[in-house]
């Protein structure tokens, strides 16, 4: 039997981080800036499906290779960063790249060299196939060895047991990377960790927030796509606390069979996931099965990442002054009770922060 009157609570960090807000910002400022110009992005500039359609509609080309990049042409490297590898590449073709990776993907990527540099051999716990992880190891590929699960340690080359660190990928489920890095400990107590952990504090504010109030749902929806791997782990960490959970694009891919008995279903999204995707999936969850909305504020963040050095310097070449034209996020509070308010749909937030303020993710950069 389908619930009539369904309660639906969405979590507060969700969607958007500060990386992202950022890289789709690079295509938006280059679009306006270049008119007449194809821009060209290395990868997804994000792992959102929605995000690289809505660009393509514009103009952009996704390439996999910089050799379908035509020589001097204007290439945008994604959010989750490249190796140097790919930037002698774009240089030996002159292109004018624009680095569009997130800040903590640099910094994973600065601990590497830094380590390498020290003669440390890096364990790196990640994804093999993820974009950022190709990027990072390739930044020190003779002392880099990526590290999946436990499994992997026994197979491990270890020179010096006193002169190894790990680091880690910023988008991995917390609860896997904890028990593969007790692994790493139990099997080199020495092993030195990041100063500040790699997984970033929009992965841990999304994932904190869905340990919180999946428990007390019957089913989670995740708004992302499936090769986003933040996203993914939500589904994840949600089945962890036991609550069954999808992961969806968008509203077309809901399946009502999924409500059968459900009578409190948590929704979230990704951090790539557009917040207009999770509107359209209320608005027709709440058409559908006359349920009312609850946010659950977790955490409140306030992270804003600048534009790159590299846009700056393409908008001067052209006469652009780049002051002023970072990306405003705005009231997110006050455009989702209006988006409410429009679609005539019971809201109401509920604050669970502590003291109205998240212990992560209050730092401001510029
Ligand atoms: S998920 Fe984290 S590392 Fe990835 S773009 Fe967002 S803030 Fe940066």
Not at 112 to 140: D, M, S
Request: include cysteine; hydrophobic fraction near 45%; charge should be negative.
């Amino acid at each position: 039997m389908i619930a009539l009157l369904m309660k639906i609570l969405l979590a507060n960090p969700r969607g958007f981080c500060a990386g992202v807000y950022m890289a789709i910002d690079v295509v938006d400022q280059l679009l306006d800036i270049c008119q007449g110009e194809t821009i060209y992005v290395f990868h997804e500039i994000v792992h959102n499906r929605h995000v690289v359609a809505r660009f393509e509609r514009r103009g952009v080309v996704f390439v996999e290779s910089i050799n379908d990049v035509p020589d001097g042409a204007i290439v945008v490297f994604s959010a989750h960063g490249v190796s140097p590898a790919i930037r002698r590449e774009a240089q030996a073709k002159k292109l004018a790249a624009i680095d569009a990776t997130c800040p903590l993907v640099t910094k994973v990527h600065a601990e590497a060299i830094r380590y390498a540099r020290k003669g440390f051999q890096i364990l790196l716990v990640g994804h093999r196939q993820h974009q950022e992880v190709v990027g990072t190891l390739g930044e020190a590929p003779d002392a880099i060895q990526v590290v999946e699960r436990p499994s992997d340690i026994a197979h491990l080359v270890i020179h010096d047991r006193e002169r190894l660190v790990y680091l880690t990928q910023t988008t991995l489920s917390l609860d896997d990377a904890g028990v593969i890095i007790e692994a790493l400990k139990k099997a080199f107590p020495a092993i030195k960790e990041p100063p500040v952990s790699d997984i970033c504090y929009a992965t841990t504010n999304r994932q904190t927030a869905v340990r919180a109030i999946a428990p007390n749902c019957d089913l989670v929806l995740v708004v992302g796509s499936a090769n986003s791997s933040n996203s993914v782990r939500l589904t994840e960490i949600s089945m962890n606390c036991g609550t069954p959970a999808r992961l969806v694009d968008d509203r077309t891919e809901i399946d009502p069979k999924w409500f059968v008995g459900v009578e409190t279903v948590l929704v979230t999204a990704g951090a790539s996931a557009p917040e207009d995707l999770v509107h359209d999936l209320i608005e027709d969850l709440v058409r559908t099965y006359g349920a009312e909305v609850e946010q659950h504020d977790i955490c409140h963040e306030e992270i804003e990442f600048g534009l790159p050095g590299t846009l700056k310097a393409v908008m001067r070449a052209r006469g652009v002054d780049p002051v002023g034209r970072r990306i405003i996020r705005g009231d997110e509070g006050a455009r989702l009770h209006e988006w409410f308010e429009q679609h005539n749909i019971p809201f109401r937030t509920i604050d669970l922060t502590v003291g109205g303020r998240s212990p992560l993710g209050i730092a401001k950069r510029g």
